[in-house]
């Protein structure tokens, strides 16, 4: 039974950097439920890599810091008559190879993680506008409300994307039943992730508050997408939707609180 009403229908996938990276889960889930895949990268050197993984679909060059790519895309997409069931933006950058205090931001880095991070979504949603279905979903990855110190500037990016999707779905609205929604995912064991400083202490933290005691899968993240991607979370617009394992509602969990209590 196809349960997620996914099977043949076409969707664009951002993002997949690798077998670790969200986006490539969330794409063998959609892909194991008979949908068709069509991808984008960030950089030409990635194409060959997303290549091997799905040898069968289509990649697109797509550099969210030129418009014109986007395009591109579209009037590619559109010349073939192709209509979009779904979008997952899974695009994130932060230069923060040099970790400063957040006060010290520059602007440079903060407008160039924007873009790649947070504004790219309005940008490639907005340009897609006629070539999704009239119930198209669209599902952006950003991460829980934590508020790390190690994400710096890249935090408060995010929580823009957050507040996106709702804008979004609000001026989608006046022309089609397109939703937006944003999975908000706990700390996941990924490539991009390796790269924030202190990342991994988090991941071990985290782990400990979860209420399982086991670290949030990337998978569970990637059935969450698969989800709301489909038409059973119809009822579903305009949110994000935290996935992490019930870390933030055991903020206070006794093992961690004697943990650092005895440590003092």
Known sequence: MDFLGLKEKSFFITGVANKKSVAYFSAKVLEEAGAHLIFSVQREEQMAKVEKLFPESEIFLLDVEKEETIHQVVSTLEGRGVKLAGLLHSIAFANLAEPKPFHETKWADWAQADRISCYSLLSISGAFKNI???DASVVTISISDT??????????IKASLDASVAY???SFSEFSN?????????????SASAGIPGYIDNYIFAEK??????ALKTG??????????????????????RVDAGMRANSFDQEVVKTVTDNL
Do not use: Q
């Open 132 to 134: 999704f279905l009239e």
């Open 209 to 214: 508050l979860t209420m399982r005691k086991a």
């Open 220 to 241: 569970e993240v990637a059935n969450t997408v698969a989800f709301l991607l489909s038409p059973r979370s119809s009822g579903i617009n305009g949110i994000g939707l």
């Open 147 to 156: 508020k790390a110190t190690s994400y710096g500037f890249l935090g408060p």
């Open 168 to 170: 979004l779905a609000k």
């Open 178 to 190: 397109v939703r937006f929604n944003a999975v908000c995912a706990g700390p996941l064991k990924t």
